[in-house]
Nanobody, 117 residues
Framework: QVQLVESGGGLVQAGGSLRLSCTAS????????MGWFRQAPAQQRELVAT???????YYADSVKGRFTISRDNAKNTVYLQMNSLKPEDTAVYYC???????????WGQGTQVTVSS
């Protein structure tokens, strides 16, 4: 079973930056689209960004121009660079692999991002 381990979250002031990392176990990381998701308290989990196997990217409108997703297949790792953070970005951030817009693996523990105003 593939394990997903997210890290890099923390407490930051509005306007600040954080870089999240997600490392996946297993041998097939490079063949899947990878996505970052987030879940704020009492809200549903939402898709934030994806990166395809050929580095095509998608961003939710709420983060476009502020967040950048990237991947390092040699390290089985996907990153999320988050700049100009806003209080509404506060959430637990998760990663997962995607196949035909459905997540593939069990969710990891996520990493908490808290943005203070």
């Amino acid at each position: 079973q593939v394990q997903l381990v997210e890290s890099g979250g923390g407490l930051v002031q509005a306007g600040g930056s954080l870089r999240l990392s997600c490392t996946a176990s297993g041998r097939f990381f490079r063949i899947y689209t990878m996505g970052w998701f987030r879940q704020a308290p009492a809200q549903q989990r939402e898709l934030v960004a994806t990166i395809g196997t050929r580095d095509s990217t998608y961003y939710a409108d709420s983060v476009k121009g502020r967040f950048t997703i990237s991947r390092d297949n040699a390290k089985n790792t996907v990153y999320l660079q988050m700049n100009s953070l806003k209080p509404e970005d506060t959430a637990v951030y998760y990663c997962n692999a995607l196949l035909q817009n459905a997540t593939i693996y069990s969710w990891g523990q996520g990493t908490q991002v808290t943005v203070s105003s």
